[in-house]
C-alpha cells in the first residue's frame, strides 16, 4: 500500500484549520453569490429592456468580466485601489467584491435569457384573461422564468464556489492555501502529504458544492412534473 | 332585423392598422351584436387575427375607435383589463400557463382578477371541466394534454370568466385533423347557447354550419358581408368565389 499521506490530517489541529479554510471559501462565495443574486436578477430585468443605451451600458459591463481574467480583477482591485486611491482593503472584502462584480453580471445575464426566453404568447394570454401587468408578470412571467433559471444558475453558483481558489493569491487563506501550509510544514515529517492533502481539499470542494446540485437536482424534478 | 334590433357589444369603427410602413387595415368597421355568431374568413395574411386582436387591446390602432358597450378599447388604459375580463379570447396556439394544472389554470383569472370565491370558482371550473370531457385531467399539467384537449381547456379558462363576448382565432389550424372535431363541438355547443361569438376560421363547412353572418375580408378590406348561405351558397363578389374555390377540388380526369 503506498503512503498517501493522509495520516497528516489527523497531526494536531490540521483537520480543524482546512475546514477553517473551506469555511472561508464558502463564506466568500456565499456572501457574492448573495449580492449576484440580489443585483443580478433585477439587472437581468432591467437589461430586457430594449432602451439602446441601456443595452449598450449592461452588454459593456458583461463583456468586460467575461473578457477579464478573475486573477486579474482581483489584483487590480485588492493591488490596484491601495496605489490609486490609497483604500486599504481587506483582502476577503477584495475578494468579495470582485466575485459579485462577476456574479452579478453572469446572473443578470441568465436572467435575461430566462425572461426573453417566454414565449409572447404568455403574455397575451394571461393579459386576455384580464390580468393587470404587475399579475401577468408575478403569477405566469416570473415563476416560469425561475424555473428556467435555476439549473443555469446553480451551475454559475458552483463555478463561483470553486473560482474562489483563486483568492489566495492575494493573500486570503482559504482551504487551498491552508492545505499548502501543511503540505509545506510537514515536508520533511510526511514528504506524501501533498496527494492527501489535495485529494481532502478535492472531497472538501465536493461535499461544498454537492448538495447544492442535488438541492437543484431535486427542484427541478419536483417542477418537471409540472 | 330592424324591428328586434339587438344591442351593439363591440363596435370596430373606420379603422386603419399598420405595421410600421405597412397597411393592414384600411378603414375598417364591423359591429358585434349581442347573441350572433360572426365568422371571419379570407386568405393567410389579409388580417383577420389583427382584427381580433385589436378587438381585445392587444394592438396599437393608428386611425378610428374600437368601443365595447360604447366604452373606449384600448390597451394603455386601464379600463382595458375590465374589458377583457368581458371580452374572451383563445388563441391559435393553446397556451396554457405550463407551471399550473389545468384546473389551476382555470381558476386562476377569476380568482385573482375577478376576486371570485374560491370554492365557487372550483365548483364552476369543474362542471365547465365535465362539459368538454376533461374532468379525469383536473389535475394534469399542460404538457400531459393533447392539443385538442389544450384547445379546449383554453376555451373553458376562457369562459370561466363569463365573458359576454368570446373571440376565437383559428383555433384548430394547429390541430392534428382528427381533432379539430373535438373542439369545433364545443364552439357549436357554445353557439346553441346565444353565447356572442367572433370566430376566425378556415374550416367551410364549419363556418357554414355555425355563422349567423360572414365576414370575407380580403387584403385589409371588407370584400364580402352576408348571412352564411348568402355567403356560402351565392358567393357576390368575385375574390370570394375564387377564395371558396380554393376549398374544392375538381374530379381528376385521367388521360387514356
Ligand atoms: N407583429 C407584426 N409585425 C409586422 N407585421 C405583422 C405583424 N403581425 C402581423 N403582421 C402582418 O399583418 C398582416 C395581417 O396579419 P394577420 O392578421 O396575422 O393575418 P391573418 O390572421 O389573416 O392570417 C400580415 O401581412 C402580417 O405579415
Ligand atoms: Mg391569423
Known amino acids: ?226 | 332585423m330592424s324591428v328586434n334590433k339587438k344591442e351593439e357589444i363591440i363596435r370596430v369603427d373606420h379603422i386603419t392598422k399598420r405595421y410600421d410602413e405597412n397597411s393592414v387595415l384600411e378603414d375598417f368597421s364591423l359591429s358585434v351584436y349581442e347573441g350572433e355568431v360572426v365568422v371571419i374568413v379570407g386568405p393567410s395574411g389579409c388580417g383577420k387575427s389583427t382584427i381580433l386582436r385589436i378587438m381585445n387591446g392587444l394592438e396599437p390602432i393608428q386611425k378610428g375607435e374600437v368601443t365595447y358597450r360604447g366604452e373606449k378599447v384600448d390597451g394603455k388604459l386601464g379600463s382595458i383589463t375590465r374589458i377583457r375580463e368581458k371580452v374572451g379570447m383563445v388563441f391559435q396556439s393553446y397556451e396554457l400557463f405550463p407551471h399550473k394544472t389545468i384546473l389551476q389554470n382555470v381558476m386562476l383569472s377569476p380568482v385573482l382578477v375577478q376576486k371570485r370565491d374560491r370554492k365557487e370558482v372550483r365548483e364552476e371550473a369543474l362542471q365547465l371541466l365535465a362539459r368538454v370531457g376533461l374532468l379525469e385531467k383536473k389535475d394534469n399539467y399542460p404538457r400531459q394534454l393533447s392539443g385538442g384537449q389544450k384547445q379546449r381547456v383554453a376555451i373553458v379558462r376562457a369562459l370561466a370568466m363569463h365573458p359576454e363576448v368570446l373571440l376565437f382565432d383559428e383555433v384548430t389550424a394547429a390541430l392534428d385533423p382528427e381533432m379539430v372535431r373535438e373542439v369545433l363541438d364545443v364552439l357549436l355547443s357554445l353557439a346553441k347557447e346565444g353565447k356572442t361569438m367572433v370566430i376566425v376560421t378556415h374550416e367551410m363547412s364549419f363556418a357554414k354550419a355555425i355563422a349567423d353572418r360572414v365576414i370575407f375580408l380580403d387584403g385589409g378590406h371588407l370584400e364580402e358581408e352576408g348571412t352564411a348561405t348568402e355567403f356560402f351558397e351565392h358567393p357576390k363578389t368575385e375574390r370570394a368565389k375564387q377564395f371558396l374555390n380554393t376549398f374544392t377540388y375538381a374530379k381528376v380526369e385521367r388521360e387514356e
Open chain 1, 1 to 226: 500500500m503506498p503512503n498517501l499521506g493522509i495520516e497528516v490530517l489527523f497531526k494536531g489541529s490540521n483537520m480543524a484549520r482546512l475546514l477553517g479554510g473551506l469555511w472561508v471559501s464558502l463564506r466568500i462565495s456565499l456572501i457574492a453569490v448573495g449580492f449576484s443574486i440580489g443585483l443580478g436578477i433585477p439587472l437581468g430585468i432591467v437589461m430586457t429592456s430594449k432602451s439602446p443605451v441601456i443595452k449598450v451600458i449592461t452588454r459593456l459591463y458583461l463583456e468586460v468580466v467575461r473578457i477579464m481574467p478573475q486573477m486579474v480583477l482581483l489584483f487590480l482591485v485588492f493591488f490596484g485601489t491601495t496605489r490609486a486611491f490609497g483604500w486599504n482593503l481587506n483582502a476577503e472584502v477584495a475578494s468579495v467584491i470582485v466575485f459579485s462584480f462577476w456574479g452579478c453580471a453572469e446572473m443578470a445575464d441568465l436572467v435575461r435569457g430566462a425572461f426573453i426566453s417566454i414565449p409572447k404568447h404568455q403574455y397575451e394570454s394571461a393579459k386576455a384573461l384580464g390580468m393587470n401587468s404587475f399579475l401577468v408578470f408575478s403569477v405566469i412571467i416570473l415563476p416560469q422564468t425561475l424555473r428556467r433559471l435555476l439549473p443555469l444558475s446553480i451551475n454559475l453558483v458552483t463555478r463561483m464556489i470553486k473560482t474562489t481558489s483563486l483568492v489566495m493569491m492575494i493573500g486570503v487563506v482559504e482551504v487551498l492555501k491552508v492545505g499548502q501550509q501543511i503540505i509545506e510544514a510537514n515536508r520533511t515529517s510526511s514528504p506524501n502529504a501533498a496527494f492527501g492533502v489535495y485529494g481532502t481539499v478535492l472531497l472538501l470542494y465536493f461535499i461544498g458544492c454537492w448538495p447544492i446540485s442535488m438541492l437543484s437536482k431535486y427542484l427541478e424534478k419536483k417542477w418537471n412534473k409540472s
